[in-house]
Each structure stands twice: as C-alpha cells, then as structure tokens.
C-alpha cells in the first residue's frame, strides 16, 4: 500500500488538491507562494500559512527562541515574495508535555522578536497537545492591486535575486555532521540557519516598483524555485551570473563536496527570486539598494523552456530538485 | 523543574501572552474567539486558527474524512460565534509518515466537505511531516460593523443558546469506555462526536440583528464558556432552564454517573451561548427561527459575579472548570 513515505511531499499536496473544489477566479493561484481572496470593497486578502516542526525543521542546537522566530520568518518571507506587508499574525502552537516553563517562556519571546522584527504582531491563537514541538503561523495582509504571481514571468525578462545561496546547507552540515570550517565562515554559515532573514523591505520596495513580472521564495532551494517559476510562466532561464557565496565553494573544497549541490539544491533560504522587465530593471534596482537591500542580476528568461547556467565556462543543466519532506531523513 | 505537564493549557497560554507586545487598539481582545485588523479601509478582517491534534482529538473511531471535517467546523464555529462569513480556509497539514493514499484522499474530501458545507473554500496551505497527524486551519472572514466580543453583557440581558448541552461527553465515553446506551440515544451521541456542527447560520443570523451583547462558542464547555463571559464581562448568571439534552439524564442513570457533569464540564460542543439586550430577545429569536435554527433562553445575566444554576429545586453554583490539554489524560 502507498503511504506518505513512498508519496513525497509535493504528490500529497497533488493529492490533496484534486480532492478540493478550487474557486475559479482566486487572485492568486493554488500552489503560488500566498493565498489571496478578494473582499467586496475591491482589497485583496492575502493569507500564509506554514508550519514548522521540531523533528524536520529544528536542528538539535537550535534554541526554541530561534526556533519561534525562524516559523514567524518562514511565513514572512511568501508575503515578502509578494510585496505584501504583515498586518497581524496567528500562532498554532503544539507543545510537548515535557517542555519547561522556561522554553515556553523563550518561544512566546521568539514569537515577539520576529513579529516585531518585521513590523507586525502576533494578534492571537490557540495551544495544542502534541509529541513533538509544532508552531503554525498563519500571516494576514492585504493590497489594493494585483499580486505578482509565479506565472508572468516573459522571455527577455530579467532574473535576480535578493543574495547568494548555498549558505545553509553547510551550516546543516556543521551542525549536525559536525563538518569543520574557520570560524568567520562557520559562523556565516550557522548563522544562514540559526538566524535566517526575511527580505520583506526587498520585497516591499519590488512591489512598488510594479517592474516585477514573477517572483517567488527560495525556502524550497534555488533549483527548485527557478523551476516553479518556469513551469507557471513557460519559460527558461540562462544563468550566467550564478549567485553563489564564495565561501560555499571554499567550503566544498575542503570536504570533497559538490559546490554546485550545495548551492542549487538547499532549502530554507529566504532570498527571493525575481523576474523584471527589462526597461524596469533600474527602477527595481534603485528601490532595492534605497532600502539597504541586494538585487543581483543573474541571467535572463528565454523562450526555451529549460533551465541553464554558465559555471566555470561549462553549461550546466539544472534538475528540478529541492528539499521535499518524507523524501529526506535528515 | 515546571513542564507544560503540570502547567496545563490556560497557564501555557497566559505565559506566552505575557511575552508579547499586544497592540492596544485591538478590535477583538486577545483570548476572544477569533482575532481581528483594523484595515486602512475600515474593513475588519477577522481571523481565526485552531489545530487538530490526532492524539488529542480524533478518537479512534472517528474517520480521516471526519477528522479532516471536524478541524474546520472547529474554526467555522468560532466565526459563527461572531456572525462572521467564512471567506476563505487555509490548511496547514502534519503528516505521519506510515499514513496510506487512501487516507490522504479521504482528508482531502473531508476538508472540501467541510468547506462547502459551511459555504466556502480551501485557498491554499502547506503539508509537513509529523509524528501525528495535525489539521491546523486557519480561517478569514470579514465586517463592517464591530464585532460581538466576550465583554459586552449587562446584567439584565437575555442568556440563551442555540442548542442542548450533554451529548459529546457520553458520546466519547461509548466510543472509548465502550459504554452501552440504546440504539438510537447511542447514535446521537456518536453523532455528536464525529460529526459536530457549527452554528454558522444562527451566528449570522444572531449578528444581523444588533441585539447580542456577548458571544462564545462552547468548544471548552458549557460552564467555561459561560465562565469566560462572566469575567470578560464582569457580571453574573442566573440559570433556571438549563440547556441539558434529556437523553444525558438518562445515560447518567444507566451508569451511574453524575448527569450535570456530563452537561456542564464537557466540551468539544460547538452550540452558541449568547446574552442579548431583553428589548431585541423577540427579534434574535425569530432570526434564528428563520433559519431553521433555535434559540433557547436559559436564564439571564445578574450584576452578582457567580453562576447559579436551578436543578430539581437545588441552586448549584457552577464551577469554572472545563477541557483542558495537558490536564485531561483522555
């Protein structure tokens, strides 16, 4: 009998789907990184909601504090995506009965941190029994005009993003493999997972620009988001500015591992992906630095729909592959 | 050293909330049963998240499909609470690993079930992998007018509800003491264990016509939620009709067991409990009428801050006690 194990996240998330009667006329798409409705006075509702979950999300030397404020930037960094800003946040929390007061304590702190990191607060909620530790946020915002989806995306367009990859999945393995690094680059790298960010002022001043065609999070890898985006706008990519720490490279080399890996197949990066047109690109640019924020341009969306990338003057196709629960036992 | 295990839920609660830089100008307070922003436009969103735990809340007998439909009547209730419209549904899925196809499906059905049957839709959410399953909802709605809190009843006001209390707490017992009851009495408890329902027309109803103080659902049980809008609301209740099914009366006898604690400290019931101004009693009743619904007048509330109920001639003072997680080893 198939069961969860054999399924993989993404063909039970399919499954599930199929089940539902979808609205027609969503603003936003099922499946895109938000959730929207539009109300009667003419507003859109935008919603998020994302669990973490001790076992899968939370790495041993992680603090609950960490831990409470990392499920705020989570959910975040979709509404970032979107240029949505945070109007007011929901917490599910599931506890486990032997949590001590002073954890709980820390959580509610890391709750507050977060929420007041990004300008909003936590407006209410509910608690729950559970085995393992469980905090679910659901994000409220709204906006007057059309939400940026996935699919606008056009060939000419060009790609950026907020900052470099490959940062996380070093830190994993720092943290869980105990892999050495000097301490400077260990330090970034624990911190990309310990204390990942959310780009909602990137995001935000993208939004206003209207020059984005496209956008998405990167919390499920580089590779993968690249491959959302140009399966929802049947379009490709040609990455020829990939943007990858050059510590993840240095770090790749000391322990035999495959750079490129690290950098394309992560998760829990929060950078955001975007596509502009190209007469806006300045525009989007400016707004980005004026916020004290990145915009890296990588490459450009092509008729062709796959998706490649110049690295040491090798063309390089690359995989729609990600981190994907049940599939993974880290 | 102190764990959720000898804190219970109600303190978890208060200590995270302590934690927390609550807004002021909340239009619904903190701990009311659902949460809601002010939008710029003068639109109340309203929002509510609340999760099912397998362990905690699905009992053994219950169907995924049940389970699935259950989670969202847990939130639709809380909104017909405050006589607000569903608009939308997030979901946010916890996952074991060892959960077949099959049951996946049957979730799936069971939250479109759920969602059309109180009106509206599934617009998004994510899945994760737990060690149990977790059903975390997340529901929007909104209004123009202010919404009915906790805190607004007046001594004098009308305290009715939209239904009898007694049925779940020897539904559960039958399902997991293998209590014996008559057929049809057995299937009216089983019923309202696995398929509970939310008064959601009762609750537009009821809010439509401006003459409710105070509102609660009675998902923590009848003497809670009456226990709840007497502090918010710093009054009393004087109770001479209770709202007691007879069929618990009953059950009682056959077991020996105590039938107002089957009544009053059960939970997991969705009947509204409302207190109503007296000139808008006729006016309240007739819109509930309307739509197929009842509204029962079960006493009214007294400037005294205690609850007294009438039963068989006696006057007993109802305690403040109801489900509680981490408590109830169930």
């Given at each position: 009998m198939e069961t969860a194990n054999n399924l993989g996240e993404r063909e039970i998330i399919e499954t599930i789907r199929k089940q539902l009667s979808i609205e027609?006329?969503?603003p936003v798409p099922f499946g895109d990184d938000v959730s929207a409705i539009r109300q009667k006075n003419g507003n859109i509702a935008v919603l998020k909601s994302d669990m973490l979950v001790g076992k899968t999300d939370?790495?041993?030397?992680?603090s609950y504090w960490q831990a409470a404020r990392k499920a705020i930037v989570m959910n975040i960094s979709d509404l970032a995506a979107k240029g949505i800003e945070p109007l007011g946040l929901l917490v599910s929390l599931g506890i486990p009965r032997s949590i001590t007061k002073r954890s709980i304590v820390q959580i509610g702190k890391g709750l507050n941190a977060g929420a007041k990191e990004y300008g909003t607060s936590i407006i209410g909620g509910d608690t729950n029994e559970t085995q393992d530790l469980i905090i679910s946020i659901a994000a409220f915002g709204a906006t007057k005009k059309d939400v940026t989806l996935r699919r606008g995306a056009h060939p000419g367009d060009i790609l950026a993003t907020t900052g470099l990859f490959g940062l996380t999945l070093p830190g994993l393995k720092i943290l869980k493999e105990k892999l050495s690094a000097p301490l400077e680059m260990r330090k970034k790298f624990i911190d990309a997972v310990l204390m990942p960010r959310a780009r909602l002022q990137e995001g935000l001043a993208l939004a206003k620009t209207g020059a984005t065609t496209a956008t998405i999070d990167s919390s499920d890898g580089l590779a993968w988001s690249l491959h959302e985006i140009s399966r929802a706008s049947n379009i490709g990519f040609l990455i020829d500015c990939p943007p990858f720490a050059q510590e993840t490279f240095e770090f790749a080399k000391m322990h035999n591992l495959d750079p490129l890996k690290l950098c394309l197949?992560?998760?829990e990066e929060y950078e955001l992906i975007v596509t502009i047109e190209p007469d806006g690109w300045r525009r989007a640019q400016e707004a980005v630095f004026g916020k004290g924020g990145k915009l890296l341009k990588i490459g450009k969306a092509t008729v062709k729909h796959a998706i490649h990338l110049r690295h040491d003057n090798r063309m390089i196709d690359i995989e729609a592959k990600g981190y994907e629960h049940f599939k993974h036992k880290r």
């Open positions: 027609p006329n969503m939370i790495p041993p030397q992680m197949y992560g998760g």
